[in-house]
Nanobody, 115 residues
Framework: QVQLVESGGGLVQPGGSLRLSCTASGFAFNTRTMSWYRQVPGKQRELVASITSAGITDYAYFVKGRFTISRNNAWKTVYLQMKSLKPEDTAVYYC?????????WGQGTQVTVSS
């Protein structure tokens, strides 16, 4: 059974930092690309960053230079280090694993950037 469990969200002031974690189980984590998405109410879920099994990363233009995605295959965990956070980064952040059986999502973790 595939499970993705996110953690690390919270309230942070503008300019602050947070690190999100997503721990996976139920599939061969080390062979799969993993991604982070985010969503605000009334808007479509958008891709934030992804990392391939080989460690190649890709970022949305609006987080490039501020966010870093990484993974630890031994711990089956993918991270999203977020720096220089802005109010417009406020969203629910979701971990994603696109598998052959379909797309799998975590439950999401709320990130709120506000003074």
């Amino acid at each position: 059974q595939v499970q993705l469990v996110e953690s690390g969200g919270g309230l942070v002031q503008p300019g602050g930092s947070l690190r999100l974690s997503c721990t996976a189980s139920g599939f061969a984590f080390n062979t799969r690309t993993m991604s982070w998405y985010r969503q605000v109410p009334g808007k479509q879920r958008e891709l934030v960053a992804s990392i391939t099994s080989a460690g190649i990363t890709d970022y949305a233009y609006f987080v490039k230079g501020r966010f870093t995605i990484s993974r630890n295959n031994a711990w089956k965990t993918v991270y999203l280090q977020m720096k220089s956070l802005k109010p417009e980064d406020t969203a629910v952040y979701y971990c994603n694993a696109p598998l052959s059986a379909g797309d799998y999502w975590g439950q999401g973790t709320q990130v709120t950037v506000s003074s």
